[in-house]
């Protein structure tokens, strides 16, 4: 047997040495070179993998209302900036996120197209977006988010989070289209979806509105009785004055709202087909921070349903409620 063949140089590639050697050799060397890449693609899927699990987790925690679950997902000095730029204390607001009432309808939160990247091996950037499907408007609310996750010690917490809204409400909305609001209204509680039932139980409170006389300005004036209010801190009536108005710098309506126990607050209003949505961000007299989706839903006529619902991730969960809206007759005094 002639060993031409082997020893052939143009077939081994090198001189004198068979080609089961070389291939032997270079396959040794291609995976030395390989193993670590592949190591490493491994240990950062199993990170990807393990960061998608807490971000599902803390979908499923907030749906249930459950504050303690929601701080744990948080690191010590976690924030949030929400989209009108508040920014609040991640791990305190999430614990106080409490389970939704029988019969409440909670948003409907779903993430939808996201990203994974890495800064380093301990630091990870997810950015998405999400939709929330609210009762009382036709489209959900499309909204951007950028959250940061670090590696501790017991996993993947959140240290940040940024939120954007995606559908800026359109230029053709004026403060005129709230012309309707202008009157004296009576607002009952709506137990249960049944406003009749509520019919005989004394207003939750009485809201006055009118223009400035420059009409750039819809005056709001609301009061909530002390049975209304939280009785453990209010000994009389609650005082509120709002102003609407339009925002030439953010080109939207915007509010300012003060009350007469030193609470303030500020939101933005876009509308959703027959609907109103005020996102409203407020701090009440002890310093805490609160945010809500306030949702008006008005019949063209005399009636309006007025729903507060608890915001998106990581915002204060004051508690949800739907309340019923009746115009008084022109001429009639509270």
Not at 157 to 178: F, G, H, V, Y
Request: aromatic content about 6%.
């Amino acid at each position: 047997m002639s060993l031409a063949p082997i020893l052939n140089p143009a077939q081994s590639g090198r001189a004198g040495v068979p080609c089961s050697v070389v291939g032997a050799s270079c396959l040794l060397a291609a995976a030395s070179l390989l193993a670590p890449a592949i190591a490493a693609d491994t240990v950062r899927d199993r990170d990807k993998a393990a960061i998608r699990a807490a971000a599902q987790a803390y979908q499923e925690a907030l749906s249930r209302g459950d504050g303690p679950a929601l701080a744990a997902f948080w690191t010590a000095d976690g924030d949030i900036v929400d989209e009108q730029g508040n920014t609040l204390a991640g791990r305190k607001s999430a614990a106080d996120a409490t389970k939704p009432a029988a019969g409440t309808v909670r948003p409907d939160m779903r993430i939808r197209e996201t990203n994974l990247r890495f800064l380093t091996d301990d630091v990870a950037i997810e950015d998405g977006t999400v939709e929330v499907g609210l009762p009382g408007i036709a489209q959900p609310v499309r909204g951007r988010f950028s959250a940061t996750w670090v590696r501790g010690a017991d996993g993947w917490k959140l240290a940040a989070l940024r939120e954007d809204r995606l559908d800026a409400p359109s230029d053709a909305e004026t403060l005129q289209d709230l012309d309707w609001m202008v009157g004296e209204w009576t607002v009952v509680e709506d137990r249960e979806g049944r406003p009749e039932a509520a019919a005989g139980d004394k207003p939750a409170m009485e809201i006055t509105v009118r223009w400035n006389a420059n009409r750039t300005f819809l005056l709001r004036d609301m009061k909530i009785p002390a049975a209304a209010a939280d009785e453990a801190n209010q000994a009389g009536t609650l005082n509120v004055t709002q102003r609407i108005g339009w925002d030439p710098l953010s080109r939207k309506i915007r509010s300012w709202v003060f009350s007469s126990d030193g609470g303030h607050g500020e939101a933005a209003w876009s509308r959703d087909g027959d609907a109103w949505v005020a996102r409203t961000a407020a701090v009440l007299p002890d310093g805490t921070q609160t945010s809500s989706l306030n949702i008006y839903s008005f019949d063209g006529k005399d009636r309006c349903i007025w729903r507060s619902l608890p915001t998106h991730v990581g915002g204060e969960h004051a508690p949800a409620f739907t309340m019923v809206m009746t115009r008084k007759p022109k001429g009639k005094t509270p």
